[in-house]
């Protein structure tokens, strides 16, 4: 991969402190904003990079965010969203609160996101990566404000795609299956729920962040500059495969 500026959103996550890694590790250099200041200081000072403390709810943070990256690094190559939040409940459980919250973490970041990219990022071009989730493409029980919010994620980047192409603009969306980070701890810390999880994927395994982390990072690199508008689904086959039963060895 080619090394470039990058700014990361939820930098200290699961997903997000994997992909910086791996972008300091092939020379780039990388801003770590999110909103743990405890979290991205141990991250920031692990890979010796700069960090930025923000709430990516706040649109005009977020674009504060990118004037600021810009101003230090002399430029920007690529972004990367990986703020989300899961909320597993049916419709009927789910509050106005939980509702407002979740379009926030997931939607409006993601638009902030666009945005702020669409208004500093038209002259020189780059590639924009936004993290949506299998739900969107498969039913889950239990996941409507999620697969809602997420739909909105594709949907905004196929769009944005269409948008600023002539701008050299890229806008991709990574959709993944269930991936053993500390947000989904709850799931795969409890044995039943996780092996129920790794048999509705087709791999039969739960997803590593390190499984995201290569795939955003591919669509991170000039190199893949044919690429927009794609919602790619990185989920262990959890939302196209259904394979056949597993023979027990022996």
Partial sequence: MQAGNYLIFGASGGIGSTVARRLAAAGSRVMLAGRSEEKLSVLSAEIDQPMLVVDATDTSAVEACFHTTIEKFGGLDGVVN???????????LTSDDDWQQTLASNLTTAFATVRAAGRTMRKSGGSIV???TAATRIGLANHEAVAASKAGVNGLAISAAATYASSGLRFNVVAPGLVETPLTERIWSNASAADASREMHAVGRLG???????AIAWLLDPENSWITG??????GGLSRVRALPRRSPG
């Fill in 130 to 132: 936004l993290i949506s």
């Fill in 82 to 92: 990986c703020v989300g939040t899961i909320l597993l409940k049916p419709a009927h």
């Fill in 230 to 235: 794609e919602v790619i689904s990185v989920d």
């Fill in 208 to 214: 590593k962040p390190s499984d995201i982390a290569s």
